[in-house]
């Protein structure tokens, strides 16, 4: 990866203040309204959980539905750039990595979440992650900043935009392949390419 590097701070991430977290003055409606703000923003954490949960389990079918249609992806590692344009071209991407060869594990921690209306949200993430791809002997780790927009259509949220970039990454040549005693993607991953 290039030496020249953004510096990763909400104004570089394109991320805003939201509204103010704090209760309203008002009456019933005020409050009902405050609820559904924390609600909105839990469902948007379970998202974002389930994200996580369904790319490691190669869950394709329910990852397609966090997505908006339209979301735009760019992901920025030690010796990668990931980009796709729309739902389908990210999770066909997506399968292509979770294959019976590989191993994944995801851990998103500490989430920022903005709301900045009844129907729009961003989000910052801390993410730990291994990786593995057994018949390369290839295994990468290390962690990101994730940053993402998040839209809420027919009463949902969806993901309609997710960046990351590495902080850190690990990746090594194995000597030999590794031998899980337990390997779910082994089962449930998809065919690999190669």
Not at 31 to 49: G, N, P, S, V
Not at 128 to 144: A, Q
């Amino acid at each position: 990866m290039s030496e020249t590097r953004q510096k990763l701070n909400k104004e570089n991430m394109g991320i805003g203040e939201g509204l103010p977290l704090q209760a309203s003055a008002g009456g019933m409606e005020e409050l009902r309204k405050d609820i559904q703000r924390l609600m909105d923003m839990e469902a948007i954490k379970q998202l974002k959980h389930a994200y996580f949960r369904c790319i490691d389990t190669a869950n394709f079918e329910e990852l397609a539905t966090l997505f908006h249609d339209d979301v735009q992806v760019d992901f920025k590692g030690g010796n990668y750039h990931l980009q796709y344009n729309g739902k389908q071209e990210y999770v066909t991407g997506m399968e292509q990595s979770f294959t019976k060869q590989s191993i994944g594990q995801h851990h998103g921690h500490h989430p920022e979440i903005q709301m900045l209306s009844e129907t729009e949200a961003t989000g910052i993430w801390y993410l730990e992650d291994k990786f593995w791809v057994i018949n390369h002997k290839y295994y990468t780790t290390g962690t990101l900043l994730y940053w993402d927009r998040y839209v809420k259509e027919n009463g949902k949220w969806l993901i309609k935009d997710t960046r990351y970039e590495r902080l850190y990454e690990f990746s090594e040549q194995l000597s030999e392949k590794v031998k899980p005693s337990s390997h779910y993607l082994g089962v449930h991953g998809t065919e690999p390419q190669s």
